[in-house]
């Protein structure tokens, strides 16, 4: 397991569309802030742009639970690596 811990029953599939990231998250909301461009937050932004908190770039996908989340786990886990990810 690389983005949730062991035993989850239900997590969010999540794509960023700022970076395109894929990646699991405990939440089930809608949209949530994506990790990846928290980190990349740019500190000289201007007064407009959001905080990287209350930026909701990555938008669910869908819904895994069961044994269905540890497999999307690895599967995403994959794709970043260059792992084939055809099945989505
Ligand atoms: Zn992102």
Request: with cysteine; hydrophobic share 30%; charged share 35%.
């Amino acid at each position: 397991m690389f983005y949730v811990p062991d035993g989850t029953l239900k997590a969010g599939v999540y794509e960023c569309v700022e970076c395109g990231s894929r990646f699991l998250d405990l939440s089930t909301d809608e949209e949530i802030g994506c990790p990846y461009c928290s980190d990349d937050f740019d500190m000289e932004l201007g007064p407009d742009d959001l905080p990287p908190g209350e930026r909701k770039d990555a938008k669910l996908q869908r819904i895994v639970e069961g044994e269905d989340v540890e497999k999307f786990d690895t599967l995403l886990s994959l794709a970043i690596t260059g792992g084939d990810y055809e099945w989505i």
